[in-house]
């Protein structure tokens, strides 16, 4: 049986400053925006490629804004994933270079934060060790 996690809510205040921020400045697609009723708004975005999307809106979670720290996205290179922040207004930090791979933060306008991972590269004995019991 698969498990799979697909939606993450993420808690905002500004319900339309938080879409243009992932959408406008990190490059999200912008997949659902809708209004349920006047106390629910559903707004989905997924990052380009993921298999996961997050969600924001009016409604949606009980979870302070601001609250949501440290979700992570894999990409494939941490330099060129810096650089499309950065053109687009996004206050990130440098590369952080650890052996378990090499990571960008960056938090959103209400202080949810994020970090890009660039994995490390693995080799067949790298591969064949995480198995090892």
């Not at 494939?76 to 590369?95: F, K, Q, W």
Request: proline share 8%.
């Amino acid at each position: 049986m698969d498990w799979k996690i697909e939606l993450v809510a993420i808690p905002v205040t500004d319900v339309d400053r938080a879409k243009a921020f992932y959408v406008d400045q990190v490059g999200f697609n912008a997949d659902h925006d809708i209004l349920v009723t006047d106390e629910l708004r559903f707004v989905q975005l997924t990052p380009p490629g993921s298999a996961c999307s997050i969600v924001l809106g009016t409604g949606i979670t009980e979870m302070p804004p601001g609250s949501q720290k440290g979700v992570q996205i894999v990409v494939p290179n941490a330099e060129e994933a810096l650089a499309h922040l950065r053109e687009r207004g996004v206050t990130a930090s440098d590369v952080d270079p650890q052996p378990w791979g090499r990571f960008v933060y960056f938090s959103d306008p209400d202080g949810n934060s994020w970090a890009l991972q660039e994995l490390p590269p693995r080799d067949a004995a790298d591969a064949a060790s995480d198995y090892a019991v």
